[in-house]
């Protein structure tokens, strides 16, 4: 069994800065692309990070550029979505992807999480 599972999201102040995880278990990630996406109430899905199978290139979404930064760790399994400067605009919920044996940007994802809730608010 393919899975991925995000964790890390919670509730943080405006300005702050909170690290999801996007966890594969059943094969190995460092084989695939990973997207990040998020989806905000009465929004669509956006995509906001993408990290390559191979190379390691990376690509972001204008509204998170700056700020987000996505990576891997080979030992770990996972890929991580650092966020810092937080805005409102960030709440959402947040959901990684993958898709084997390619390069950012990614048009179709196979595997996706269940998704993390993450809410910026004072």
């Known amino acids: 069994q393919l899975q991925l599972v995000e964790s890390g999201g919670g509730l943080v102040q405006p300005g702050g800065s909170m690290r999801l995880s996007c966890a594969a278990s059943?094969?190995?990630?460092?084989?695939?692309?990973i997207g990040w996406f998020r989806q905000a109430p009465g929004k669509e899905r956006e995509g906001i990070a993408c990290i390559s199978s191979s190379g390691g290139n990376t690509n972001y979404a204008d509204s998170v550029k700056g700020r987000f930064t996505i990576s891997r760790d080979k030992a770990k399994n996972t890929v991580f979505l650092q966020m810092n400067t937080l805005k409102p605009e960030d709440t959402a919920e947040y959901y990684c992807?993958?898709?084997?044996?390619?390069?950012?940007?990614?048009?179709?994802?196979?595997?996706w999480g269940q998704g993390t809730q993450v809410t910026v608010s004072s």
């Open positions: 059943g094969f190995i990630l460092d084989a695939y692309a």
């Open positions: 992807a993958a898709e084997r044996l390619a390069q950012c940007p990614i048009a179709e994802y196979d595997y």
